[in-house]
């Protein structure tokens, strides 16, 4: 990867905002029209969040202070709602790094622990048996995964087919933080694109512009046996979410921004999932994109995820 492969993200600079301010300015952006239709879930906000819920500011504009108070105030409520003892974290990003994963085909056999895990790890709603990750099986000659089943419950692996694990791209060029009207989401400089839950409204435009259908809405608050409530937590990332926002795989960056691996790499019992420092000539997933033959969905779109596949 030459210097100039080197890309930085240059992130809009927040003024003091709030959501009123953030709602006017999408108003203006997106036409009367369209706007109206993409705030339509905010009618339901005033009934399901606190006033102080109501008033935070945007993430980039919370100072140290303004963090503390916010993760004491939920961990608090995992504490009443789910009888648990959590801790929530903000960790940054590193310098020097940004994250890429690669996904050996050859050897996924569709066992699907990558799925569970990241149900698990993110405290996803137990009863709708929630991931971010699907895995498809599919026709040996395509890597169209309109052609494939992520739905398949038979034994695995099967004769004349293979397995393609999807989840979030983090594209260096994501096609959903453009179509935020509040800008809830964007990129970090580690190459990962967050949501500030606080701040979504519900609107749904994220989810639809993602050409890997790599978003999900949560329509209700997510039902968490105590005990398996992960307390290990980010505010950007595996926190428990409120319903009503669209939420999305982070690479496990209240992990993997301290030194370890996303949750879904250390259950994938095959090795399949390599994981790691892109700008790091010595790293393995360059070792992988320098010596395998490696592809990317959907390339002719030119959104540019950093989610590679091939195969030995």
Not at 102 to 111: E, K, M, R, T
Not at 124 to 146: A, C, L, W
Not at 165 to 171: A, D, K, N, S
Request: aromatic share 8%; proline share 6%.
């Amino acid at each position: 990867m030459s210097d100039s492969d080197k890309r930085t993200i240059s992130l809009p600079v927040l003024g003091e905002v709030s959501r009123r301010t953030a709602l006017k300015a999408g108003g203006a952006t997106l036409g009367l029209a369209a706007f109206a239709a993409a705030v339509s879930p905010l009618a339901g906000l005033r009934g399901r969040l606190s006033a102080q819920e109501l008033m935070q500011r945007h993430y980039k504009e919370l100072s140290a202070d303004d963090k503390a108070k916010i993760f004491e105030r939920l961990e608090n409520e995992a504490k009443e709602r789910y009888g648990a003892d959590v801790k929530i974290k903000d960790p940054k990003a590193i310098p020097g790094v940004r994250y890429g994963y690669a996904i050996n085909l050859s050897v996924c056999n569709g066992n699907g622990a990558c799925m569970e895990a990241c149900h698990r790890e993110n405290n996803h709603d137990r009863s709708t048996n929630q991931s971010y990750i699907r895995v498809f099986e599919m026709p040996i000659g395509t890597t169209d995964f309109k052609h494939g089943d992520s739905t398949y419950t038979h034994d695995v692996p099967r004769e004349g087919k293979y397995y393609l694990p999807v989840q979030c791209f983090q594209c260096e060029n994501p096609p959903c933080v453009d179509v935020c009207p509040v800008e809830a989401t964007w990129q970090e400089e580690d190459g990962i694109v967050v949501v500030d839950y606080n701040w979504c409204i519900g609107c749904r435009y994220c989810q639809a512009a993602c050409p890997y259908h790599a978003r999900r809405f949560n329509w209700k608050e997510p039902q968490i046996p105590a005990e398996e409530v992960n307390p290990d937590q980010g505010y950007l990332s595996n926190r428990i979410r409120p319903a009503g926002v669209v939420e999305k795989c982070h690479f496990c960056l209240h992990r993997t921004r301290e030194g370890r691996q996303p949750a879904c790499l250390e259950a994938c019992p095959t090795g399949a999932r390599i994981f790691g420092n892109l700008l790091d000539p010595e790293s393995e997933i360059r070792t992988v994109l320098r010596t395998k033959r490696v592809f990317v969905l959907k390339e002719e779109l030119g959104a540019r995820p950093t989610l590679f596949y091939f195969f030995d």
